[in-house]
């Protein structure tokens, strides 16, 4: 090997280390991001736990009630092995081939069983039942299931069925989770219902409060006032003994201070006047996390939707 060819060497392994970054590092960075906007999606929407016995399906566990805002949404019941896919896209629903759904029908029906399908209706309740983002295809699938206590279905049949959010071609890998979650709330946005039981909790919980805090206080004026007649009783036999009864009230300690809690439908200076100043915050449109110790708050326009 030549001496000029030996020079040319560590030239050589730079440029094609050089190279190798360019290729591998935004394919890295391109898979972050999925990751990313995975989880940020997977906190924004709390997934609803299903369960079954011998009476059939029901919610275990609820999940981020969400408000269907458009009609047309094509389901079948939660006990079918089939899902319909439905798309949306540029605003508008797009529902599964009419002939594919009538081919599933017509093979279910082989098996001695009948297809039964639902249109979901505008202002139907409906919980995420899965979320999962696909960035090289642009699209964001979300699994819904009805809420029937709230939609008032008797019996239930827990309707599901999928919604595919169709991005333009190459947006997704750049857009925020912010971005993702305005463009899946103009179809399925965050019900007003859902906050308003965070707040009906925070509300009865505070009644709850004050009702123990009177009693407490009744309870101590009778013990007050049953301390201040044995005193005087005391007092009719030996007067010291009346000194001492009369000076117990104002030596009993005080009442320990309730633990600081966090109830959904609270405000930001709320949760700081509870549990101080997070650790770190993270802004992201109408989203927002406070970062504690051992715990994250996260806030929907301003008031917690959810702990973790």
Do not use: H
């Amino acid at each position: 090997m030549s001496k000029k060819f030996r020079d040319l060497i560590p030239g050589i392994m730079l440029l094609a280390a050089m190279i190798f970054a360019a290729t591998i590092f935004p394919m890295a960075v391109a898979n972050g991001q999925a990751v990313t906007l995975q989880e940020q999606l997977a906190a924004q929407y709390k997934l609803v736990k299903m369960g079954s016995d011998t009476s059939g399906y029901s919610v275990v566990e609820e999940g981020t009630l969400l408000a269907v805002q458009k009609g047309g949404l094509l389901g079948v019941p939660y006990s079918d092995t089939s899902v319909q896919n439905n798309r949306y896209e540029g605003g508008v629903v797009k529902a599964p081939n009419a002939i594919l759904s009538k081919g599933i029908g017509f093979g279910m029906k082989k098996f001695g069983k009948e297809q039964t399908t639902k249109l979901f209706a505008k202002n139907d309740k409906v919980y995420p039942t899965r979320i999962d983002v696909n960035l090289e295809k642009d699209t964001v699938t979300m699994g819904i299931v009805a809420c029937d206590t709230c939609n008032k279905t008797d019996p239930p049949t827990y309707n599901k069925t999928n919604v595919i959010f169709v991005f333009p071609k190459g947006s997704l890998a750049t857009a925020n989770a912010g971005q993702v979650e305005d463009t899946i709330g103009t179809l399925l946005s965050i019900s007003s219902d859902d906050a308003k039981q965070g707040d009906g909790g925070q509300q009865g919980g505070d009644q709850q409060q004050g009702g123990d805090q009177g009693g407490q206080q009744q309870g101590g004026q009778q013990q007050g006032g049953d301390q201040q007649q044995g005193g005087d009783q005391g007092g009719q036999q030996q007067g010291g003994q009346q000194q001492g009864g009369q000076q117990q009230p104002a030596a009993q300690e005080q009442p320990a201070p309730e633990p600081a809690s966090i109830d959904k439908g609270m405000t930001t200076d709320q949760v700081q006047a509870a549990m101080g100043k997070p650790d770190k915050i993270v802004n992201l449109g109408t989203k927002t996390i406070y970062y504690y110790k051992d715990m994250k708050v996260i806030f929907l326009s301003g008031k917690v939707s959810d702990v973790q």
